[in-house]
């Protein structure tokens, strides 16, 4: 029999994001964020092509982004209040880290693999956050996908994607638990 980490076990049983709406100061320092993005950076990589990076939004920088939400949400006819939302996920953060797709060419490693593993990055540095007892929330919206707001906002390549905007922050309160899926509607098993 495997031991178990319970611990982590129990972690995960029991995990739940931080809305990223009741986060605040203090965030975690840039040491810290090191650590968490070093935990994140273990998520599987078939092929060992890293096709995935970081960057880091400190508070000017998300001031910055929610005025270029606000512009392209004009500019593309977005419904105001569907702006007011995407803006106000940067403008009301004092940190972020955008987890950026960015697949790399391989025979082996086909890309929508490479954009999974962008997504399990992103779950483990919520997860590295909550385990260290920051508040973490993963996000995107619309802005995410539009071309212009992440070469002008962020500098990403046409090849690039926006995989989430990861939140970081101290927790305010503790949100209620939600409503989790039901196993046994969703769940196959084959035995022969």
């Known amino acids: 029999m495997p031991t178990p980490n319970q611990a982590a ?16 100061t203090p965030v975690p320092d840039r040491a810290t964020l090191m650590t968490l993005l070093t935990a994140a950076a273990r998520t599987p990589d078939h092929g060992k092509l890293e096709p995935w990076r970081f960057v880091v939004l400190t508070k000017p920088a998300l001031t910055r982004l929610a005025g270029l939400v606000e512009t392209r949400g004009r500019a593309l006819g977005v419904d105001a209040e569907k702006t007011a939302k995407n803006q106000t996920q940067f403008a009301n953060s004092n940190l972020a880290v955008a ?38 929330n993963w ?34 309160n503790t949100p209620p638990e939600r409503p989790r899926p039901d196993l046994a509607t969703i769940t196959t098993w084959l035995e022969t």
């Open 139 to 172: 996000l995107s919206g619309w802005a995410s996908h539009d071309r212009a707001f992440i070469r002008d906002g962020l500098g990403l390549e046409p090849h690039e994607t926006i995989a989430g905007f990861v939140h970081f922050g101290t927790e305010t």
């Open 99 to 136: 987890v950026v797709a960015s697949p790399v060419v391989s025979e082996k490693v086909p890309e929508i693999e490479q954009i999974y593993s962008a997504g399990a990055v992103c779950l483990a540095l919520v997860n590295a956050g909550l385990a260290a007892g920051w508040g973490a």
């Open 9 to 24: 076990l129990d972690f995960l049983l029991t995990r739940r994001s931080r809305p990223a709406k009741t986060l605040t």
